[in-house]
């Protein structure tokens, strides 16, 4: 997002291109789950168009057309879907999906992967670990960015890991973990 523009946290998943769109679509629906979601998107088939764009990862520079980025940490989101390969939030790196230009044929075939984590599998589908990721817009407009299933903003997106930026509890007795929350922005 625009640097000057204050930054956003999260913590399970964040996303550009058809993710945001289709949270654009659903936000006041989000309550009936994954039904709310699965309509979202095939809405939003008929109304999304890939972007180009240049995508950093790692010292890598991606430039393709792309029907979304999306980047957890976590291993649910929106309704239920699994949309990232082997997140860990204890391992310090975002898990990042990077869909390049899928059809929406395929995206209707695939409707199942998106639940069942197979969706990573896609020949179209490009996963990275990495504390950080930039997408740059080169054109098509200013695709929707969102974060936790909100609405954050629209164009160019920066994300980078704050390391042990926050503690919780969970899973066993005692069981303290420590992990980054995200930044974007």
């Known amino acids: 997002m625009n640097s000057s523009k204050k930054p956003i946290y999260f ?3 964040a996303g550009i291109g058809f993710d945001g769109l289709v949270v654009s679509k659903v936000h006041k629906y989000k309550h009936f789950g994954a039904l709310a ?3 979202g998107a095939l809405l939003g088939l008929f109304l999304f168009k890939n972007f180009q764009s240049r995508i950093m990862v790692n ?4 430039e ?22 082997s997140p860990n939030p204890f391992d310090g ?3 990042i999906s990077l869909v390049k230009n899928i059809g929406k044929w395929d995206i209707i075939k695939n409707m199942s992967k998106l ?4 969706i990573t599998k896609h020949n179209k589908v490009e996963t990275y670990k990495s504390s950080s990721v930039s997408v740059t817009v080169l054109d098509n407009g200013n695709p929707y960015i969102e974060a936790d299933g909100e609405l954050i903003d629209s164009g ?3 994300l980078s890991l704050i390391p042990k930026s ?3 509890y969970g899973g066993t007795k005692n069981a303290k973990q420590t992990f980054g929350a995200n930044q974007s922005g």
């Open 11 to 13: 913590i399970n998943l």
């Open 156 to 158: 160019n997106m920066h």
């Open 64 to 85: 393709t057309k792309t029907f979304m980025v999306l980047v957890g940490l976590c291993k649910y989101s929106g309704g239920g879907m699994q949309l990232t390969k």
């Open 37 to 39: 979601y699965v309509a």
């Open 166 to 168: 926050f503690s919780f």
């Open 115 to 118: 639940f069942n984590g197979n």
């Open 59 to 62: 010292s890598k520079v991606i």
């Open 93 to 95: 790196l975002f898990d």
